[in-house]
């Protein structure tokens, strides 16, 4: 048995930082596209985590790799990102499930009011 897939276990993880006060956070994509044959398009940082999140009441920087309850391996870039987010005083946390975040994020610091954000784009009529 290979145990929740990573896209599982990153929606529970982002459902809980949602309901904590004192995190702001959203999906790190990381992707290659194609749009035409022979034409390709890269966006995002190699390496960088899945998820990115600031958390008050300091601003402190998490950086949150996920990967699937079993198997599921950190690569070389994923491991330099992390230590270069360390050496510079923000937290890096590979995640296998929402305890592990609960545990490295510890008790709620603060209680920040969640601002709505805009669309940045008006809907087509």
């Not at 990153?10 to 956070?25: E, H, P, S, T």
């Not at 990102?81 to 709620?108: C, I, M, S």
């Amino acid at each position: 048995m290979r145990g929740r897939r990573e896209s599982e276990v990153q929606a529970g993880i982002l459902a809980y930082l949602a309901m904590r006060g004192d995190c702001f956070c959203w999906r790190s994509n990381t992707a290659m596209l194609s749009p035409r044959p022979g034409a390709f398009v890269r966006f995002g940082l190699p390496g960088a985590p899945d998820i990115m999140c600031v958390q008050a009441p300091y601003g402190s920087l998490v950086g949150i790799e996920v990967k699937r309850e079993r198997g599921g391996e950190v690569s070389e870039e994923q491991k330099r990102w992390g230590e270069n987010l360390k050496n510079h005083g923000g937290l890096y946390v590979v995640a296998r499930d929402v305890e592990t975040v609960q545990a490295a994020l510890g008790e709620e610091k603060a209680r920040v009011v969640k601002v709505r954000s805009e669309r940045r784009y008006p809907r087509r009529p």
